[in-house]
């Protein structure tokens, strides 16, 4: 349902605890509304997915894995679940600080192909690849990777990346391997578009090196112009033959380490292209890296540290 159908209407109306403050936007199966816990006294953004068999698959995985990685900080906080009449409704942190679209596109510099300094890219990078790597050590493939769905909290004098929505995820211990073309055209990676079957995490690290290059240049890596962006599968067919070739132009003003790893991460051949570790061992990752943050992960509650991979399974499955 589109967002418009919902302006007038309080989806919340009657609930004893959140309070509608304003609506935000449509995500990928629903709408998005900012409101305020009345118990907590903190603003929360409330996601509502119409309830009905069509959704209820993607439904039920997308909580279960956002529910699982609830404790990084890099990544929107899943608060809980409850039902209405007509939506189930997803709580979550309400990130004030906008998305990384808009900050680039604020921030980026004036002169052509000219994003973010290459320090701040990095900084936002890093916490990036942190959130990704705990999303993988659990199983999961968030499969729509972007700018837009990679929040920002209000933190000063520069925001903290909040990496949001999991409504195409699969966990690769409970779900079978991805087969269907999901998420954004200009983030999908070579391999979704050539193979019946891919590996969603190896697909997630190219969308990031897409990400990672936006941030850099505030343009796409395999736009062109004149491309058509009114049409999904239109766009798809003009995009194709770049992102097979891993044709675009590497950024001017960064690093010859950084376009080292942008290469890497931007290789056609998931098999040869550069693990989470890798990265993470990477010189231009490891640069100006936050104290204590190479080993943030390995400190968070998670299979690596009960010894049992399903471990965090059984408490998602419960609460639901």
């Known amino acids: 349902m589109a967002q418009q159908e919902h302006g007038d209407r309080d989806l919340l109306a009657g609930n004893a605890r959140y309070k509608k403050l304003q609506d935000l936007n449509e995500g990928t199966f629903g709408v998005v509304m900012l409101a305020l816990d009345t118990q907590a006294r903190e603003q929360v953004a409330i996601k509502f997915l119409e309830r009905g068999a069509g959704v209820s698959r993607g439904v039920v995985r997308e909580v279960l894995n956002h529910r699982l990685c609830v404790a990084h900080p890099n990544i929107v906080q899943f608060k809980e679940v409850f039902l209405t009449p007509q939506h189930l409704a997803i709580v979550m942190e309400f990130a004030a600080g906008g998305d990384m679209f808009e900050y680039v596109i604020k921030h980026k510099g004036s002169a052509p192909g000219e994003g973010l300094p290459e320090d701040v890219a990095r900084g936002f990078f890093q916490q990036l690849i942190l959130a990704l790597d705990f999303c993988q050590k659990l199983g999961i493939a968030n499969r ?14 520069r925001p903290n990346v909040k990496l949001c929505d999991f409504g195409y995820s699969k966990n690769e211990f409970v779900d079978s391997r991805p087969k269907t073309v999901s998420g954004t055209p200009d983030y999908i990676a070579p391999e979704v578009l050539l193979n019946d079957q891919y590996d969603g995490k190896k697909a997630d690290i190219w969308s990031c090196g897409v990400m990672l290059y936006v941030m850099l240049t505030a343009v796409l890596p395999f736009a062109k112009r004149g491309d058509d962006r009114s049409n999904n599968l239109v766009r798809l067919q003009q ?3 770049r992102i097979v070739a891993a044709d675009y132009e590497q950024p001017r003003r960064v690093t010859d380490e950084c376009r080292h790893l942008l290469k890497r991460m931007l290789t056609p051949d998931p098999t040869k292209r550069i693990t989470i570790p890798e990265i993470m061992q990477h010189s231009w990752f490891l640069s100006n890296l936050g104290p204590g943050m190479g080993e943030l992960n390995n400190r968070l509650p998670g299979p690596w540290t009960t010894g049992s991979p399903d471990a965090p399974f059984h408490g998602a499955r419960r609460a639901i």
């Open 239 to 241: 995009l194709f033959p």
């Open 144 to 157: 729509d990777i972007k700018l837009e769905n990679t929040l920002l909290d209000g933190a000063l004098p």
